[in-house]
């Protein structure tokens, strides 16, 4: 399957970007999605996950400014950023793993990645 990630681009502090993420190849709706995010020099950390009951996973950096959410009729997921951050810049990428009991915030849970979408926010 493919991931293909769009949406990011340079912003402001205060602005919003909303990531999309289109899903082929796979049974979209049994997956859970999650967003990680890879800032220069450090490694690839948890944004948001939404699991295949679309319950919801943020980071607690994020928490009331991000929305997760998905479309199963259009095998995509969206990000919605609010309140944008310099330390959210960062190159954005989507995720897909399949089964229970899964750790969404984990980065070794999944093998199924996009090519990501820089975020950069100025101050």
């Known amino acids: 399957g493919q991931l293909v990630e769009s949406g990011g681009g340079l912003v402001q502090a205060g602005a919003s970007l909303r990531l999309s993420c289109v899903s082929s190849?796979?049974?979209?709706?049994?997956?859970?999605m999650s967003w990680f995010r890879e800032s220069q020099g450090k490694e690839r950390k948890f944004v948001a996950a939404?699991?295949?009951?679309?319950?919801?996973l943020y980071t607690d950096s994020v928490k009331g400014r991000f929305t997760i959410s998905r479309d199963n009729g259009k095998n995509t997921v969206h990000l919605q950023m609010n309140s944008l951050k310099p330390e959210d810049t960062g190159v954005y990428y989507c995720?897909?793993?399949?089964?229970?009991?899964?750790?969404?915030?984990?980065?070794?849970?999944?093998?199924?990645w996009g090519q990501g979408t820089q975020v950069t926010v100025s101050s």
């Open positions: 190849g796979r049974p979209f709706s049994r997956y859970s």
């Open positions: 939404i699991d295949w009951t679309n319950g919801t």
């Open positions: 995720a897909a793993v399949v089964g229970r009991g899964v750790s969404l915030a984990n980065v070794r849970a999944y093998s199924d």
